[in-house]
């Protein structure tokens, strides 16, 4: 993700409209080259999907860009695991040219949590694409009478949660994983706002309220972001989980400042994070949140490697900084003097990126850091 083309928003839409389908999108973070949709977040990717058939994608959708990350929550009912495939992404793939003709798809890698911080991947070959959404065309449309709860007829990629092993999720994440995994939209979608993968919506086929449970399902944690079809990381029952120790170390504010007939500015900060562990090796994972459509954010651990390294294996006691690039844009900010900057708070989460990890002490894997604008094209 190039620096500057990642930002975090987020919405607080609630129960928008129900059913199966998401209810809210809990943050958005575009990608290098994402944006079409955008300003008709967070609706355009609740509801039904509004999909356009074999030969032709629906434009009813979001563009993550490359490398862009969407997280999607459900209001009760959740998704829950039932017989079969439990949860439908619709992206919106087409046959090109004739129904005969090769799909274009867009891949994404799909994640899923209890508690919107800690999520597991479900498996997938970047070789072989299998376990990728976006490769499936969408046959179903409000207007067509197909139904979007029926896989055999939906069109959409279906997955299963036993899979990761969770009996209930509520959070969905979507991943475009960029030039890491080739698609043909890598090829052939030109320069603008439509790069990466286009979410149209998802759909819960099993639902079921989790509070009901005898025994609720240990919350399952984030897993690596590359694995392959036959790895599924989960927790096994009765076994204790990891408790891998990490935090993020507080930082000064952080102060962006537009010169004078510049349309945008960038600062870089180092955010340290820590492994805390007596002895061993893990990885460790950093995002940022906060400051709604402010501030574009990028966390990288290695600028050596095309692409944001949002995860680094750090090694018992010892710390890592990742290179944290935050970019404003003078048109989405008004600042009358030099006496009045535009403040808000950008969040820093650590987390150990192992599956089943529990954090011995997770107060210390946030820390709050203020963020001051100041644009002196706005005054004299």
Not at 331 to 337: E, R
Request: aromatic share 6%; hydrophobic share 40%.
């Amino acid at each position: 993700m190039a620096a500057g083309c990642a930002a975090m928003l987020l919405f607080n839409a609630g129960r928008a409209l129900g059913g199966p389908f998401a209810d809210f999108v809990q943050s958005f973070t575009p990608g290098m080259a994402a944006g079409f949709g955008a300003d008709k977040l967070p609706g355009i990717v609740l509801g039904p999907p509004q999909g356009g058939g074999e030969l032709s994608g629906s434009l009813d959708v979001v563009s993550l860009g490359n490398n862009g990350v969407i997280v999607l929550g459900f209001d009760l009912p959740v998704i829950c695991d039932g017989p079969g495939a439990d949860l439908t992404v619709f992206e919106n793939p087409f046959h090109s040219g004739s129904i005969d003709g090769p799909i274009f798809a867009e891949y994404g890698i799909v994640a899923v949590s209890q508690d919107g911080v800690n999520f597991v991947t479900f498996p997938y070959d970047p070789v072989t694409h299998a376990g990728l959404a976006g490769q499936t065309p969408v046959l179903s449309n409000p207007d067509n009478g197909i139904s979007p709860l029926d896989p055999n007829v939906s069109g959409g990629d279906q997955f299963d949660l036993a899979d990761v092993g969770l009996s209930w999720a509520k959070y969905v994440r979507i991943t475009d994983p960029g030039a890491s995994i080739d698609d043909p939209g890598n090829h052939l979608m030109p320069p603008g706002t439509s790069a990466g993968f286009d979410l149209d919506a998802l759909a819960a086929l099993h639902a079921c309220d989790p509070g009901l449970f005898a025994s609720p399902t240990p919350t399952a944690t984030l897993s690596p972001e590359v694995a392959t079809a036959t790895a599924t990381p989960t927790v096994t029952p009765g076994e204790s989980p990891a408790a891998h120790d990490v935090s993020v170390a507080a930082h000064r504010p952080i102060h962006v400042r537009i010169g004078k007939g510049a349309s945008s500015a960038s600062k870089h900060a180092r955010i340290i994070v820590h492994n805390a562990d007596p002895d061993g090796s893990i990885p460790i994972r950093l995002t940022a949140t906060g400051c709604n459509s402010l501030a574009t954010v990028t966390v990288d651990f290695d600028q050596r490697t095309a692409g944001a390294q949002d995860t680094a294996t750090v090694r018992s006691g010892r710390r890592r900084a990742a290179i944290v690039t935050v970019s404003v844009a003078g048109a989405s900010i008004t600042t009358p003097d030099r006496h009045q900057p535009i403040q808000c708070e950008l969040t820093f989460s650590a987390a150990a990126d192992v599956p089943g990890n529990v954090d011995p002490t997770p107060a210390d894997n946030m820390a709050n850091i203020e963020l001051i604008v100041l644009d002196t094209n706005d005054f004299d």
